[in-house]
Nanobody, 117 residues
Framework: QVTLVESGGGLVQPGGSLRLSCKGS????????PAWYRQAPGKERELVAS???????DYADSVKGRFTISADNAENAVYLQMNSLRPEDTAVYYC???????????WGQGTQVTVSS
């Protein structure tokens, strides 16, 4: 059974930092292209950051310079380092992995990030 488990969300003040983790079970994340999405209340799910195993990394304009996506094959995990957090970053964050050919995709259950003073 394939599962992706996110952790690291929580409540943080504006300007603070959080590091989200996504750990795989029953699957080797190193064979997939990982990404992080988020969905705020009343809004559509949006792509935050993505990377390919060949090294191509993309970020949404709203998080460029503040967020960093990374992967650790030894830990079978993907991370999202979020700095200089803003209230508009408040959302449920989801880990996603896609096979290089696009034939398979898996989602985590989501972790809540709330940025508020």
């Amino acid at each position: 059974q394939v599962t992706l488990v996110e952790s690291g969300g929580g409540l943080v003040q504006p300007g603070g930092s959080l590091r989200l983790s996504c750990k795989g079970s029953g699957i080797l994340l190193g064979y997939f292209n990982p990404a992080w999405y988020r969905q705020a209340p009343g809004k559509e799910r949006e792509l935050v950051a993505s990377m390919t195993r060949s090294g191509k990394i993309d970020y949404a304009d709203s998080v460029k310079g503040r967020f960093t996506i990374s992967a650790d094959n030894a830990e079978n995990a993907v991370y999202l380092q979020m700095n200089s957090l803003r209230p508009e970053d408040t959302a449920v964050y989801y880990c996603n992995i896609v096979s290089p050919a696009g034939a398979s995709t898996y989602w985590g259950q989501g972790t809540q990030v709330t940025v508020s003073s």
